[in-house]
């Protein structure tokens, strides 16, 4: 076939526990878009580490152009024509754009030659760049064009973008597709890894569909729906999740007022005079790209930083600002950091230890110091079953667990609780999309309940899918609600861009 | 071809077996080493080693000798899996046994003509508020100026010994002791009583055996130990789980303090009867290795104590027997621990040579 570029046969990849790639074969055609799709753990990015030389197959065959193709190094795949943008970006900050497109070409190249260079890359696909400004001022999107222009400098044929939008605001997400559509054109091919169904269909000519390391399909993306795609990603179907406002009473039962809060660090977001309101049964959404305060405000909500320089935070007509963690806890409240391994679980203690990290008043876990181990033990068993970890049991290392299984327990914990309100940060961060469900669906059991919850969340799908209300943080300023049946993607991509119109 | 280099790979899990075997592996490992660094010098390997090994404990006397050195040893190493366990490094424990001596030692001066049953309760209690205190100092100096326990605890050690010299050299110095270093002998009943006529072995041993299992207790039902641990493996969960680690790292530093006090009492109410400048042969540094021999585990400190204990004997037996010099023993004891932090990492981690090609 002449119109094929790359075909894969029989790939296979394995790692001390897990098969990654099984016997994974299929076609890449040239002069396209081809969609790698799958949940976290799929295989995706071991398939795209194998062609850009940083892992080795176990087994299989890949041919480029039909002829044999085998590199141990990124360097040698890109000296066939493969080039890679990786999700987390390698630059050096303190570097100028310049600087670091110099560093990372493999051959020798004077000033003004790569200046002509990119001159030309520059403006044939859409790809404008500041080369004198130092990389910290630049945004994702800007940091993520300097990648894919010192990529192109090497003359690819083939591009592999792994998961190019997660960092980007909705604006820059479409200039990025612009770029991928002036590449294609000209006769090059990409190799687009993602999880989200919509751009798929959006940009994509093809799709391959990976699911437990194997591939499921591959076909063109003209008569998929986002809906098909899922089910195939998935292997089982989705129940619509729907938003339903009727629960939530009038009652205010959590209140932030103007908290402003210094960190006289470069690396933390300073809180600029936050503020909202929370009401009984309501799911409030803060949006917003990583790095925009999220996390500081996370400390302040958590109580594990009680040191902020102004405003007050209300819980059921009780001033908490000044509580720690175990004090709120005392009064109801629950919260999930991001983090699973290290702050909301300690991965090196068994299950039922991890019980203990979250302690409320009515748990009866500790009798004058000692542990109850039984008590420990029967509510540890009871979040397991009530939801679905898979583990051999509640002597099981938190280490142990996926991390879905993981974030479940975590949860299941903090719910089992029936707490009055949960605070909660990227409930379902890097987690396989079956967990990510079942999680999303705890969720709104929960609020239908009568707990008010908040949701920290970069990615916005998942909060357009669960909250009331949505607000957007950026450089440590929240903006005003917004309510989710109502919202337009377009304002909150400029909420989140910074663009306060 | 195979890179001439192995890289160091983290394994995906490590066995459990093995974890429990490491100690024994490291010490067969040291009496391997040890049998050829005695062919070096010229011995026997054989009657070396069982000079050193077999025939300190080979009488009763022996076997009491053993015990009078494990005790401040597993005493001690208690007290500091306190602080490792919260990863608190305080190496310390040497001048907290000096403090816990000096403050003792002192009530034991103060009454040296009075005998009353209360003596000697008063000098172990003051003995281990010495402790507890000395330990105290690099408890505030970290959490109120973040400064690393690692280096105060260490400086602390000198400080408690000039005090000691200090004292049996001018003002605690005995009246009728010939300008020897040394202060006046405790009462009678400011000794520890000793369990058996004719041995060594004192009441101090049953004061550890006890606070072993305290301590055994307090690490694995209650909630202090849980949060010592948690605090250790992850200090972000237990600020996520509320537990106040200034009061943790205040705990783990009071109570390793005190059990080095108690240890150092101990030992001058014990074998010694008085105090003089070199009452601890480095007992509160070689806790150190017991109590990482014992896996921070007090079924394990008991076995790791009698264990380097051994090199103790075993050294002073090889120097009469052999005229090998008693530093001997802690080559042994530097062995040991080098094969043991050898083998965690070979447990945790493997070597693999990568293909070159």
Redesign the interface.
């Known amino acids: 076939m002449s119109d094929t570029i790359l075909n894969i046969e029989n790939i296979t990849k394995s790692f001390p526990r897990v098969i990654a790639n099984k016997k994974v074969t299929f076609d890449i055609k040239k002069n396209a878009v081809h969609a790698i799709l799958g949940e976290n753990g799929a295989g995706k990015s071991t398939l795209v580490k194998i062609l850009y030389g940083l892992l080795e197959p176990d087994e299989g065959n890949i041919k480029l152009n039909n002829k044999d193709f085998k590199v141990n190094s990124p360097a040698e795949a890109r000296k066939q024509g493969i080039g890679m943008v990786f999700q987390h970006f390698s630059l050096f900050d303190s570097l100028s754009v310049k600087e670091n497109l110099i560093l990372g070409i493999d051959e020798k190249m004077s000033y003004s030659d790569l200046e002509d260079k990119l001159e030309n890359i520059s403006s044939r696909y859409n790809l404008p760049l500041d080369l004198d400004a130092p990389i910290t001022a630049l945004s994702a999107g800007e940091k993520q064009r300097v990648e894919i222009v010192r990529i192109l400098l090497q003359d690819p044929q083939i591009l592999i973008m792994d998961e190019p939008t997660s960092v980007l605001t909705p604006q820059e997400v479409e200039s990025l597709f612009v770029t991928l559509n002036a590449l294609v054109k000209e006769g090059r091919t990409i190799l687009y890894i993602t999880h989200k169904l919509e751009e798929v269909i959006s940009i994509c000519d093809t799709v391959t569909i990976m699911r437990s390391g194997e591939i499921i399909d591959t076909s063109s993306t003209a008569n998929q729906t986002a809906k098909t795609l899922a089910t195939k990603m998935l292997g089982q179907k989705l129940d619509d999740l729907k938003t339903n406002y009727e629960h939530i009473k009038d009652e205010v039962n959590f209140e932030v007022k103007n908290i402003s809060c210094d960190f006289n660090d470069p690396f933390l977001t300073d809180l600029k005079n936050i503020s909202f309101q929370v009401r009984v049964g309501e799911i409030y959404g803060i949006a917003g790209v990583a790095g925009n305060g999220q996390s500081e405000l996370m400390d302040i909500l958590t109580g594990e930083n009680i040191n902020i320089k102004s405003g007050s935070i209300t819980f059921d007509n009780k001033k908490i600002e000044k509580y720690g963690p175990q004090k709120r806890r005392d009064l109801s409240i629950s919260f999930v950091p991001e983090n699973r391994l290290g702050h909301s679980a300690v991965p090196e203690l068994s299950l039922s230890e991890n019980i203990l990290l979250s302690q409320f008043p009515k748990n009866n876990f500790i009798k004058n110091g000692i542990i109850l181990k039984n008590n420990v033990d029967d509510f540890a068993n009871n979040v397991i079953n009530e939801f679905k970890v898979i583990t051999p049991g509640n002597d099981a290392k938190a280490s142990s667990l996926s991390g879905g299984n993981l974030q479940k327990y975590v949860i299941g914990r903090e719910i089992s609780s029936k707490p009055k309100i949960l605070i909660i940060s990227h409930p379902t961060w890097g987690i396989d999309a079956g967990a990510e469900h079942s999680i999303r669906e705890s969720l709104i059991e929960l609020s239908q309940n009568g707990t008010s919850i908040i949701v920290i969340s970069q990615d916005l799908d998942e909060l357009i899918e669960i909250t009331h209300k949505i607000s957007v943080i950026y450089d440590g300023n929240l903006s005003k609600p917004f309510k989710t049946s109502e919202i337009e993607i377009e304002k909150l991509g400029l909420l989140m861009g910074g663009k306060n119109e | 071809m195979n890179s001439l280099f192995p890289s160091i790979v983290s394994r995906?899990?490590s066995s459990g077996l093995m974890n429990f075997f490491v100690p024994i592996i490291s010490i067969v490992l040291t009496l391997i080493t040890g049998s050829i660094i005695f062919v070096i010098l010229g011995f026997d390997p054989v009657y070396a080693l069982y000079t050193f090994f077999i025939s300190p404990i080979s009488s009763t006397y022996g076997i009491s000798e053993l015990f009078v050195k494990a005790t401040p040893l597993a005493l001690i190493a208690i007290g500091l899996s306190y602080c490792f366990k919260n990863n608190i490094y305080n190496i310390g424990a040497e001048g907290q046994l000096t403090m816990g001596a000096i403050f003792g030692g002192g009530i034991g001066i103060l009454f040296h003509d009075t005998n009353a049953f209360w003596l000697l309760p008063l000098m172990i209690f003051v003995g281990a508020i010495g402790g507890a205190l000395w330990g105290l100092i690099p408890a505030i100096l970290k959490t109120k100026f973040n400064t690393n326990e690692i280096l105060t605890s260490l400086m602390l050690v000198y400080v408690a010994l000039f005090i000691l010299d200090y004292l049996v050299v001018g003002p605690w110095k005995d009246p009728f002791g010939y300008s020897f270093p040394k202060s006046r002998p405790f009462s009678e009943s400011g000794r520890m009583p000793l369990l058996f006529d004719g041995l060594r072995v004192h009441f101090g041993l049953i004061i550890t055996l006890f606070l072993i299992f305290v301590s055994w207790f307090i690490f694995s039902?209650?909630?202090?130990g849980?949060q010592l641990?948690?605090s250790g493996?992850?200090p972000?969960?237990a600020?996520?789980?509320?537990f106040?680690q200034t009061t943790l790292v205040f705990f783990a530093f009071a109570i390793c303090g005190a059990f080095a006090g108690i240890a150092g009492l101990a030992e001058v109410s014990g074998p010694i009867g008085l105090l003089y400048r070199d009452i601890s042969p480095n007992y509160g540094f070689t806790a150190i290795i017991v109590a990482f021999l014992g896996r921070l585990h007090p079924i394990g400190i008991i076995f790791a104590s009698l264990v380097i204990a051994l090199t103790y004997l075993g050294a002073e037996d090889a120097q009469l027997f052999l005229q090998i010099p008693s530093a001997v023993g802690f080559i042994f004891q530097g062995l040991v621990l080098f094969y043991l932090l050898g083998a965690e990492l070979l447990i945790n981690y493997k070597l693999t040579y990568k293909k070159l090609?």
Do not use: W
């Not at chain 2, 039902?221 to 202090?224: P, R, V």
């Open positions: 995906s899990q039902k209650t909630i202090f849980f641990k948690v493996y992850s972000k969960a600020r996520y789980a509320g106040n090609l």
